[in-house]
């Protein structure tokens, strides 16, 4: 129920888009016609056509995503429309939602809402040695001199911060673990661990940032909490971590 509101602002958001091209794209249908028919007679059907064919695409594929997100179902094409939505909607929705104004923030929840839901809708599974636990640095405790940057294992576990609870169900599900101080670290991780999946904790810009670019991986993103403000002390909702390893591991992982 929590999240329905952030995926109707993406919904909606694809809805105007949607009126707003199709509007344009009859303005380009009407302007040009008579045109075409002083250079061949033909023209103007074949022109039609294919305007008709960009049309039936777009609309179909609005409607197949809308159909995704609200019956949860694997379609036949989710796993193509979550590339469709990173790469190439999302950018709009960022625009549409500036000149409705809709926070570029709200805009980038619902992506991550609509994002997961797409990746569960998918029902990735993937065994525990490739699913990538990526973690901000920011969780670690403000004071803490240890470094976890190069390896988390540094952490002596005093339970100053959560890095210690994010370890001990890495261990538990034996999934790999690291923190990234930046999306350049966070990229080099990923390449030297290729996982199939990913769960990355982080803030609104860095998950949104990371969904698109680790794509076709599928991300679960998870929004950090932030009681002291941004980039200090942070949080997340180790619940939230659990349940997306298991969405990726499958209820019934192999346990230690
Ligand atoms: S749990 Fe680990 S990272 Fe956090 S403060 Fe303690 S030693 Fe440092």
């Not at 797409?118 to 920011?138: A, D, G, M, Q, Y």
Request: charged fraction near 20%; glycine fraction near 8%; proline fraction near 6%.
């Amino acid at each position: 129920m929590e999240n329905r509101p952030k995926k109707r602002i993406f919904i909606g958001l694809l809805v105007v888009t949607c009126l707003i091209l199709f509007f344009l794209i009859f303005l380009f249908w009407y302007i040009p016609m008579v045109g075409l028919k002083t250079i061949h007679p033909s023209l103007p059907l074949l022109f039609t056509i294919l305007l008709a064919i960009v049309v039936l695409v777009m609309f179909s594929g609005g409607l197949l995503l809308i159909f995704t997100i609200l019956s949860g179902k694997e379609t036949f094409l989710s796993h193509r429309l979550r590339g469709v939505v990173a790469k190439v909607l999302f950018p709009f929705m960022i625009l549409m939602g500036r000149l409705m104004g809709v926070s570029k923030v709200k805009v980038q929840q619902s992506f991550i809402e609509l994002n997961n839901h797409l990746v569960r809708s998918n029902s990735h599974r993937t065994r525990p040695s490739r699913l990538l636990v990526l973690l901000p640095h920011c969780i670690q405790d403000f004071d803490c001199q240890i470094k976890i940057t190069g390896n988390i294992r540094n952490c002596k576990g005093c339970g100053k911060c959560e890095i210690k609870d994010l370890i001990e169900i890495s261990d538990q599900y034996q999934v790999k673990i690291a923190v990234a101080t930046g999306g350049t670290l966070a990229r080099r991780i990923i390449v030297e661990n290729r996982p199939e999946a990913i769960v990355g904790v982080a803030c609104e810009l860095d998950l949104t940032t990371g969904i698109q670019d680790s794509y076709p991986i599928p991300v679960i993103g998870i929004l950090n909490e932030r009681p002291y403000g941004p980039c200090i002390n942070t949080k997340a909702d180790i619940q939230k971590v659990k349940q997306a390893i298991l969405d990726f591991l499958g209820p019934d992982p192999q346990k230690p």
